[in-house]
Structure formats: C-alpha cells, structure tokens
C-alpha cells in the first residue's frame, strides 16, 4: 500500500521560511514526478510545485515562483518544498503527490496523495 507523508507544517510569521518533507512509503520515488498542492479555507485545491523524476526540471505557480523551492533527495527517497518569505495567503494545507508526469501534476492530476500538513501564516 502506498503512502505518502508530510512533515515539518506549522505556525509561522509572514517573512518566515519553512520546509515541509515528503517521505512515501511503498512506492519507488525515481518513477515519479513529485509535486505539492494546497489547499486555502473555502478554495479547490490548486497546484503549487513539481519536480521531474530525476529532479533537472521544476515547474511553479506564479504565486510560489521565487519563494518557493521544490527539490528532491531520490537517495533519501524524500520530496521537500523550501518555502521562503511566507505570507498570509500561503495559509493552507499543503499536500505532497506523486504524478506520471509534471504535465500531469501541472493539470492537477496525481496518482498518489499524501494526507496533508497545515501551515498557517499569521501577518
């Protein structure tokens, strides 16, 4: 069975810079593109960051582009978000997904979802 799941989610101030981690469980993480999505209070969940499989390319939001840092460890078998400068509208729970492709995750598909860590951004 295939797990995926999420650390290092919290409170912080606007300005602060945090870095959740994703570590799946039962599933080979070079196969993949690893992606985070979000969700906002009382929005969809939208797309945040992909990784390709082998980590050369990263795609981003506008809203996280230059803030947010998207990298993988395949050794560690481990996905993180670096997230820097934090503001007030980061505030959501924020998912970690293995897709076929960052095409895919881009469109919002994934075939793995981990269950979710709140970051909540206080100004």
């Known amino acids: 069975q295939v797990q995926l799941v999420e650390s290092g989610g919290g409170l912080v101030q606007a300005g602060d810079s945090l870095r959740l981690a994703c570590a799946p469980a039962?599933?080979?993480?070079?196969?993949?593109?690893m992606a985070w999505f979000r969700q906002a209070p009382g929005k969809d969940r939208s797309f945040v960051a992909t990784?390709?499989?082998?980590?050369?390319?990263?795609f981003y939001a506008d809203s996280v582009r230059g803030r947010f840092i998207i990298s993988r460890d395949n050794a560690k078998n481990t996905a993180y978000l670096e997230m820097n400068k934090v503001k007030p509208e980061d505030t959501a729970v924020y998912y970690c997904?293995?897709?076929?492709?960052?095409?895919?995750?881009?469109?919002?598909?994934?075939?793995?979802w981990g269950q979710g860590t709140q970051v909540t951004v206080s100004s």
């Open positions: 039962g599933l080979t993480m070079p196969n993949y593109a």
């Open positions: 990784i390709t499989a082998g980590g050369g390319q990263t």
């Open positions: 997904a293995a897709s076929g492709s960052t095409l895919a995750a881009r469109n919002g598909k994934a075939d793995y």
